[in-house]
T-cell receptor
Framework: DTGVSQDPRHKITKRGQNVTFRCDPI?????LYWYRQTLGQGPEFLTY????????KSRLLSDRFSAERPKGSFSTLEIQRTEQGDSAMYLC?????????????FGPGTRLTVL | DAKTTQPTSMDCAEGRAANLPCNHS???????VYWYRQIHSQGPQYIIH???NNETNEMASLIITEDRKSSTLILPHATLRDTAVYYC??????????????FGKGTKLSVKP
């Protein structure tokens, strides 16, 4: 399967713990996005990478959140000192190029539950 | 970016055409209309996009009004597998915030036997 993959698919943690999610984009896709989706809402943009450079961060991305994309391949999203409000589905998407054909390919998501 | 308005939910009979409307009255000249859908427990899936002209692909057709203030996504022969939340997104296709998508709440389409 050559689609976007995310790991783990589900994560249950206790409040105050740190968690890290991984996203493997489609090979050769230079752009990678993280979104967060809560129940009944559409996905909300968190941050974006072009190759290894993090070019934009939403104000939703508090200081407890950090994302990396070393070597412009896979990406990780870490949440420190988790809070119950962090419970959500975390989606990763990738795309290639800079043209108007803004087709982003999404992974299946990581569902985080903070107890 | 322009804001979109979609009905909260719609029903469609299996085998019939599903017509999903979207209003985007404040759309700018350089903004495209994108449609994505999200089947339960999956990530969103790109369907189609357009600027001015009507577009068709293997999944759907997109009809954009001449003034570009509204559009309709058409699934010509809806199946049970088309049951999903459909998102209409208006966005610049280049530059700006590098293409991050701004989702609303979408339209929940239920295809019934």
């Amino acid at each position: 399967d050559t689609g976007v993959s995310q790991d783990p698919r589900h994560k249950i943690t206790k409040r105050g713990q740190n968690v890290t999610f991984r996203c493997d984009p489609i090979s050769e896709h230079n752009r990678l996005y993280w979104y967060r989706q809560t129940l009944g809402q559409g996905p909300e943009f968190l941050t974006y990478f072009q190759n290894e450079a993090q070019l934009e961060k939403s104000r939703l991305l508090s200081d407890r959140f950090s994302a990396e994309r070393p070597k412009g391949s896979f990406s990780t999203l870490e949440i420190q000192r988790t809070e119950q409000g962090d419970s959500a589905m975390y989606l990763c998407a990738s795309r290639y190029g800079t043209g108007d054909y803004n087709e982003q390919f999404f992974g299946p998501g990581t569902r985080l539950t903070v107890l | 970016d322009a804001k979109t308005t979609q009905p909260t939910s719609m029903d469609c009979a299996e085998g019939r055409a599903a017509n999903l409307p979207c209003n985007h009255s404040t759309i700018s000249g350089n903004e495209y209309v994108y449609w994505y859908r999200q089947i339960h427990s999956q990530g969103p899936q790109y369907i189609i996009h357009g600027l001015k002209n009507n577009e068709t692909n293997e999944m759907a057709s997109l009809i954009i009004t001449e003034d570009r203030k509204s559009s309709t996504l058409i699934l010509p022969h809806a199946t049970l597998r088309d049951t999903a939340v459909y998102y209409c997104i208006v966005r610049v296709g280049y530059g700006g915030s590098q293409g991050n998508l701004i989702f609303g709440k979408g339209t929940k389409l239920s295809v019934k036997p």
